[in-house]
Each structure stands twice: as C-alpha cells, then as structure tokens.
C-alpha cells in the first residue's frame, strides 16, 4: 500500500526557513521522480519542486533560489527546504509521485499518488 506522509509543516516568521520532510512506503521509492506541490486558500495546486531517480532538479521561476528539493533513497524521503519565506508561501504542502503503466490495448493509465500535505504559515 503506497503512502506518503509528510510533515514539518508550522507557523514561521518572515525570513525564516522550514525543512518539509516526505516519508514514502509501500513501492519503490528511488526508482521514481518525487515533486512537491502546494495550494494557498483559494488558488490552484501548483507544482513547486521536482526530483529525478538520478537527483536532478527542477523549479518553477517563482521559486527559485529560495527553494531546495532533496531525497534521501536509503530513508524513502524526500525533502524540500524553503528559505526566506515569504507571506504568499502560505500553503498546504504535498508530496507527490506519478506511476505511468503502459497497457497492451490503448492509452498508459496514469496514477498520482498524494501524502495528506502539511500546513505551512508564513506570519509575523
């Protein structure tokens, strides 16, 4: 059974930093690309970070710079790092992997597995 649980989600000030942490179970964790996304009240869930098997990563502009994805394989986790918060980072944070299975007739059925996110505040 798949899970992702995530956490280190809080209330930070301005400027501050906060170290999310994703735990997977339940599949092959290193075989598989990892993204973190979040969803401020009213807005879209929106990609933020991605991890490749091989460590690579990529970012959207708008968080760049401030923004750190990493995995640790031999712990089944991921991480994402987020310095120098800002207000508008406030979200709920979630990890993320796609599972892609090709079929014998037809389309690849496509799979998204999601953790139950973690609460990020960004607040004097």
């Known amino acids: 059974q798949v899970q992702l649980v995530e956490s280190g989600g809080g209330l930070v000030e301005p400027g501050g930093s906060l170290r999310l942490s994703c735990a997977a179970s339940?599949?092959?964790?290193?075989?598989?690309?990892m993204n973190w996304y979040r969803q401020a009240p009213g807005k879209e869930r929106e990609l933020v970070a991605t991890?490749?098997?091989?460590?690579?990563?990529n970012y959207p502009d708008s968080v760049k710079g401030r923004f750190t994805i990493s995995r640790d394989n031999a712990k089944n986790t991921v991480y994402l790092e987020i310095d120098s918060l800002k207000p508008e980072d406030t979200a709920v944070y979630y990890c993320n992997f796609l599972v892609v299975t090709e079929q014998p007739l037809g389309p690849p059925k496509f799979n998204a597995y999601w953790g139950q996110g973690t609460q990020v505040t960004v607040s004097q």
């Open positions: 991890i490749n098997s091989g460590g690579t990563t």
């Open positions: 339940g599949f092959t964790f290193s075989n598989y690309p």
